[in-house]
T-cell receptor, first 114, second 115 residues
Framework: GEDVEQSLFLSVREGDSSVINCTYTDSSSTYLYWYKQEPGAGLQLLTYIFSNMDMKQDQRLTVLLNKKDKHLSLRIADTQTGDSAIYFCAEKGAGNSGYSTLTFGKGTMLLVSP | DSGVTQTPKHLITATGQRVTLRCSPRSGDLSVYWYQQSLDQGLQFLIQYYNGEERAKGNILERFSAQQFPDLHSELNLSSLELGDSALYFC??????????????FGPGTRLLVL
């Protein structure tokens, strides 16, 4: 079955780069997503990447995809204290009917210290 | 603000009881999804509706049921509640629910505590 794994915790200093890693198992994954969840809030879509891409950059965010190794990473440049949150990786498979659903990892808690 | 609203924000109830969680999707979205987030299980997909019809089912217990109404709002009904049902329940919506590129937008969640 589908499975998405993430490291549970990452601590960085303000101004450094953060790299959050994710591995997935579904080889039919078509889109991969990164969501951010701040304390007491819902999930906010940060970015996504199509599986035939290697990299996507969006301002301070860079997503790298290694499809061969089924490895996805999210790099946050110049990390700020406001980036402290839980980051979820999610994959969306092709599905049979087209109504494919998201499978989430358990989330990586990013703590940014001043 | 994602445009998805959920009520109530918090709910405290007792074991054995039944509760209803409500979700209004973003304007124009036809598809609604329900997720459960707990410390041990993480974020689990429960069920998806599209334009009033059930489209996909995940790890939803038989004690739980959902529906989507003609005005596209959705309700998740949880019955015979157990302590382990305490969790954050999220609703998400998307335009049509088809195609791998379609984005889901999440509501703020309903925090359920079963005592």
């Amino acid at each position: 079955g589908e499975d998405v794994e993430q490291s549970l915790f990452l601590s960085v200093r303000e101004g450094d780069s953060s790299v959050i890693n994710c591995t997935y198992t579904d080889s039919s994954s078509t889109y991969l997503y990164w969501y951010k969840q701040e304390p007491g809030a819902g999930l906010q879509l940060l970015t996504y990447i199509f599986s035939n891409m290697d990299m996507k950059q969006d301002q301070r965010l860079t997503v790298l995809l290694n499809k061969k190794d089924k490895h996805l990473s999210l790099r946050i440049a110049d990390t700020q204290t406001g980036d402290s949150a839980i980051y979820f990786c999610a994959e969306k498979g092709a599905g049979n009917s087209g109504y494919s659903t998201l499978t989430f990892g358990k989330g990586t808690m990013l703590l940014v210290s001043p | 603000d994602s445009g998805v609203t959920q009520t109530p924000k918090h709910l405290i109830t007792a074991t054995g009881q039944r509760v209803t969680l409500r979700c209004s999707p973003r304007s124009g979205d036809l598809s609604v999804y329900w997720y459960q987030q707990s410390l041990d299980q993480g974020l689990q997909f429960l069920i998806q509706y599209y334009n009033g019809e059930e489209r996909a089912k995940g790890n939803i217990l038989e004690r739980f049921s959902a529906q989507q109404f003609p005005d596209l709002h959705s309700e998740l009904n949880l019955s015979s509640l157990e302590l382990g049902d305490s969790a954050l329940y999220f609703c998400a919506s998307s335009l049509a629910g088809v195609g791998p590129g379609e984005t889901q937008y999440f509501g703020p969640g309903t925090r359920l505590l079963v005592l």
